[in-house]
């Protein structure tokens, strides 16, 4: 199945690379693009939406009309891992 998840807080190409790895892991993610300009993410993926979600918010990325100071923390500390393994 096909999920499409605006998000907020993308900033770079860390940004992306900490979300690529952390949704590959799951189990059920075949594959996923990633547009930085509309914030979205695009997910084929068998496991339920709510654990997209739930990944992406752990990481700083919540959907959009979610985002309070606390994410956006959360995602410049994710980002910085994306930039360190790229």
């Not at 990944?55 to 100071?69: D, I, R, S």
Request: with cysteine; net charge negative.
């Amino acid at each position: 199945m096909i999920h499409h998840i605006e998000v907020e807080n993308i900033k770079c190409g860390g940004c992306m690379s900490s979300i690529k790895t952390a949704l590959m892991k799951l189990e059920d993610v075949a594959e996923l693009s990633i547009n930085k300009e509309t914030e979205t993410i695009t997910v084929d993926a068998s496991c339920n939406r709510d654990i997209l979600v739930s990944t992406l918010l752990q990481l700083g990325y919540p959907e959009k009309g979610n985002n309070n100071m606390r994410h956006k923390v959360k995602s410049y500390v994710s980002c910085v891992a994306g930039n360190l393994t790229n």
